[in-house]
């Protein structure tokens, strides 16, 4: 089958690479144009094309597909080589941008889209953190008919993981890999696939991740703090000001504890096994932290370089 394949980060490219392994023709692939990246704020290619050179198929870049937008002469250059490349199906994943409904009617079996929750539990950009952050206990792999809405097209498959301790790049990971399985099996079976209509209640949108997040509010509950310490690892990092350094916190657990009486914040001891935090109804088990230029240690090594007292209050 002649597919087009539109996506940009690591979760898209395990997919790309799935359905190319299972004997599909990549036709074009569409990514977001570089970006600056790294210390040097060079530009880098994303996972989808670099892997796209590396195979030697061809790539688009617009920086949008809107014919009457901002960028009419890349839209209309992404439209030539979507013409060009005549698919059978377009596959999306995290792509990053909208498609205009020219596109989703191009290919003759429309295109389908790999998402990294159940819907329409958290339609949007941020699905595996938000899940995370929410407390939940299962998330999972929805492949989706694609419309001109926001995640709300007819699903085609769908399958539950447990989420268990997981942060988001464990999580990520184990996603990425079951998208990859899921869109080559939608694929062998196109066209007979049932499609189903996204039910109306439990709708949910999962904003995207913005940097200003990551700081810790300690007067949250002890299990709210943990699951937002783990949702934001990799990025942006959970944070908290210490003595005029912004630590990352990277791994903690909550500790049950009948009574805190010490302010939200205040370190209360200090381990080789952990930093004890109190929180707003219990205790915060710090395990893994970083200092600004550093690297992730866990808590013992992170302490010889860091003299953290009972007493100390985080920000």
């Not at 790294?38 to 790539?59: D, I």
């Not at 268990?164 to 079976?189: C, F, K, P, W, Y």
């Not at 970083?290 to 953290?308: E, M, S, T, Y």
């Amino acid at each position: 089958m002649k597919v087009v394949f539109a996506g940009t980060p690591e979760f898209a490219r395990v997919a790309l690479e799935a359905i190319a392994a299972a004997g599909h023709e990549i036709v074009l692939a569409l990514s977001q144009p570089d970006r600056p990246a790294g210390r040097g704020m060079k530009l880098q290619a994303s996972p989808v094309k670099q892997c796209a050179v590396a195979n030697g198929w061809p790539v688009a870049q617009p920086r949008s597909l809107r014919l009457d937008g901002k960028y009419p002469d890349e839209a209309a250059a992404g439209r030539d080589a979507l013409l060009k490349a005549q698919p059978d199906v377009m596959v999306v994943a995290a792509y990053g941008l909208i498609l205009p409904q020219w596109v989703l009617d191009l290919p003759t079996h429309g295109c389908l889209n790999i998402h990294a929750s159940l819907l329409p539990r958290w339609r949007g950009a941020a699905p595996i953190h938000r899940a995370i952050e929410a407390g939940d206990t299962e998330t999972g792999i929805t492949i989706m008919q694609m419309d001109a809405g926001l995640d709300t097209g007819d699903m085609l498959l769908r399958e539950a993981v447990e989420i268990g301790n997981d942060n988001t790049a464990r999580l990520h990971d184990r996603l990425a890999e079951l998208g990859g399985r899921m869109i080559v099996q939608a694929l062998a079976s196109i066209g007979t696939l049932t499609r189903t209509p996204q039910p109306a209640e439990g709708v949910t949108y999962a904003n995207k991740v913005e940097k200003q997040e990551a700081q810790i509010d300690w007067n949250q509950p002890a299990d709210a703090i943990v699951r937002r310490i783990r949702a934001f690892d990799p990025f942006p990092g959970a944070n908290s000001p210490l003595d005029g350094e912004t630590v990352k916190l990277w791994a903690a657990h909550a500790v049950p504890a009948a009574s805190v009486s010490a302010a939200p914040g205040t370190i209360l001891a200090v381990t080789d096994a952990g930093v004890a935090v109190a929180a707003r109804d219990s205790i915060v088990m710090l395990t893994e932290l970083q200092r600004p230029g550093g690297k992730r240690l866990a808590v013992a090594d992170f302490l010889r370089g860091f003299d953290l007292k009972p007493g100390q209050v985080f920000g």
